[in-house]
């Protein structure tokens, strides 16, 4: 069983569904059963942004997209600005 640990700096609160959406769908996805740690890693933290970007009312896919290609040049200091409650389409 891995555990999620989130950290939200600009003060929004997570609601308790928040965060049992994202554990049923890790659990779900853990259904072909993960061979390694690094893998369940790695799997945790996709399926958390996919679930975190549909939280927040956005298309996953277009949300990753845009920050993936965005983030290289993106300044560190701005980082807040590629979070998903702040992705404008």
Known sequence: MFHIHTEISDDRP????????????IKVGQAGRLRSERGGR???????????AKLNGGDP???LTD???????HKI??????FPWRYAA
């Open 14 to 25: 997570q609601s308790r569904e928040d965060s049992h959406a994202v554990h049923k769908a």
């Open 42 to 52: 790695s799997a945790a933290i996709a399926y958390t942004l996919i679930e975190t």
């Open 61 to 63: 896919q277009a949300w």
């Open 67 to 73: 920050v993936l290609g965005r983030i290289a040049e």
């Open 77 to 82: 200091t701005r980082l807040d600005e590629l």
